[in-house]
C-alpha cells in the first residue's frame, strides 16, 4: 500500500489528527468522573474507542514517515496513564 500520498500533505494530517488528540484527552477526563451511571459507563467505552483509533493514527502515522507520530504516541500514552493512576489519597491500613 502506497502511503506516500498521506504523507504528501502534513496540513491535511494535523486537521486529522488536532480533533483526534483533543477528544481522545476529553474521553481520559469523561472517564475520570465519579459517576456511577449509564453515561458513565458511555464514557468507558468512548474512551476504549478512542485509545484505539489513537493507536491507529499512530501507526499510520509512522508507516507514513510524518513527524505526528511523537504527538499521536504522545496522546496515547497521556490516554493511558491518565485513565489508570490514581489521584486521590493513599488509604492507610487501620490497624498500624
Do not use: K, Y
Amino acid at each position: 500500500m502506497d502511503f506516500a500520498a498521506l504523507a504528501a500533505d502534513p496540513g491535511l494530517i494535523f486537521w486529522l489528527l488536532a480533533p483526534l488528540h483533543i477528544i481522545g484527552l476529553i474521553s481520559v477526563l469523561l472517564t475520570r468522573l465519579p459517576l456511577c451511571h449509564r453515561v458513565h459507563t458511555l464514557c468507558h467505552h468512548g474512551f476504549v474507542l478512542c485509545l484505539f483509533i489513537v493507536a491507529g493514527a499512530t501507526l499510520l502515522t509512522i508507516m507514513t514517515r510524518n513527524n505526528w507520530w511523537v504527538w499521536s504516541g504522545t496522546t496515547f500514552s497521556v490516554m493511558a496513564v491518565g485513565a489508570t493512576a490514581e489521584w486521590g489519597r493513599a488509604v492507610q491500613a487501620t490497624g498500624f
